[in-house]
């Protein structure tokens, strides 16, 4: 029998296998589960995961909230962050229990680690956007949230033909759904369909991001591209986004955000691993293909 305050074996090892290094703590009803990225005041993002008839209800354990309150005050910043919250909460199928101040996600206990999956996206996207709105509140905004990926852009710039590399814009900026610019490292929209961009049967822009992960914190580098590419994606739903991760060779922490970011990825954003030889040879021949190098070449 499972004791009130933790989560049953079957669901800790659900998470586990769907999101793996977190730390579960016991509630007063079920179990916190924390994560290794951290929120914009520099604490582990959490998820609070309660068991009840045979069904799981993961919610933020009032997170959100208590962050919307610092911005309450400020009207303009309080309305665009309430739409904010109720579209991102419709876009990963959750809702507003307003009687707990919560957010929150039911799933059936063999769902559970999809459910833990797409609510993290959702927190690490809400506390980023959150955030913005805060420091937007208080001060001129910034007018566009730069690249993190510099190097990486430099890497792939070298790979795309000098014949359609035209075609590319490099350091294009893209709005969100919570920001209106994201500076991307390579935007453009395919002459050639490919299997990857074709979405909806049909050929829609593709955004690349790339993503430097050989930095001081890895973990938190890595919390920025899955905000961006979720609020993109939020914003155009059809543009095809991809990640390409840069490790640098380097193992630990570094190595770690990557397959974080690898997990996560699905049906907002792909992945592609620039320290893999024949994953590079793959994303440079695809983006060549898709800008029409072979056609101008024959």
Not at 70 to 97: D, K, P, W
Request: contains cysteine; hydrophobic residues 40%.
């Amino acid at each position: 029998m499972v004791e009130m305050n933790e989560c049953s074996s079957d669901v800790r090892k659900a998470i586990v296998t769907a999101l793996s290094r977190y730390d579960f703590y016991p509630s007063g009803e079920g179990c916190y589960v924390a994560s290794p990225f951290l929120d914009s005041s520099g604490d582990r993002l959490s998820l609070h995961v309660v068991e009840q008839n045979g069904k799981c209800i993961i919610d933020d354990g009032g997170y959100i909230a208590q962050s919307l309150e610092r911005i309450a005050e400020r009207t303009a910043a309080e309305r665009r962050s309430q739409s904010l919250l109720r579209s991102a909460a419709e876009m990963f199928g959750a809702v507003l229990n307003t009687s707990e101040g919560v957010i929150q996600i039911e799933c059936a206990r063999s769902q559970t680690g999809r459910a833990a999956t797409t609510f993290m996206q959702l927190l690490l996207y809400l506390d980023s956007s959150v955030a913005a709105l805060t420091t937007e509140s208080e001060r001129e905004p910034v007018n566009v949230r730069p690249s993190i990926g510099i190097r990486v852009a430099s890497k792939i710039a070298r790979s795309i033909r000098p014949a359609v590399s035209k075609r590319v814009q490099r350091g294009a900026t893209v709005g969100g759904l919570a920001y209106d610019s994201w500076q991307v490292d390579f935007f453009y929209t395919p002459v050639v369909r490919t299997g990857l961009s074709a979405k909806n049967n049909g050929v829609h822009p593709v955004v690349v991001i790339g993503v430097d992960l050989a930095v001081k914190e890895p973990l938190n580098r890595a919390s920025d591209a899955l905000a961006r590419a979720i609020d993109i994606h939020g914003g155009h739903p059809s543009y095809a986004i991809r990640m390409a991760l840069d490790t640098h060779g380097q193992n630990g922490p570094v190595a770690s955000a990557g397959k974080l970011l690898r997990e996560y990825q699905g049906e907002v954003y792909g992945t592609f691993d620039l320290n893999d030889r024949a994953n590079f040879a793959l994303f440079a021949r695809t983006i060549n293909a898709e800008l029409g190098a072979f056609i101008d070449a024959n």
